[in-house]
């Protein structure tokens, strides 16, 4: 796709809302329900991923005690 111009990006605090603008999606009902679906999906992947993180790292704790105490 090529710009006739730079987009801007100034008066769109948000990066989904900078998403919608570059690919030209009209304001109104319609983005603000892309919006609302948008920040959703991103506040459930992070949640998601944090969560993993957790417990891999409550995993390899666990996994380093059992060979602490094998060792000794």
Known sequence: MYLQSKPNFSKDAGIFNRLLTFFRVPT???RAKLLWRANLTGLFLVSWAIG?????TYLLEQEEEET???AA
Do not use: F, K
Not at 52 to 56: G, H, I, K, M, T
């Open 28 to 30: 109104g009902e319609r």
């Open 52 to 56: 993993d993180w957790q417990a891999r």
């Open 68 to 70: 602490t105490d094998n």
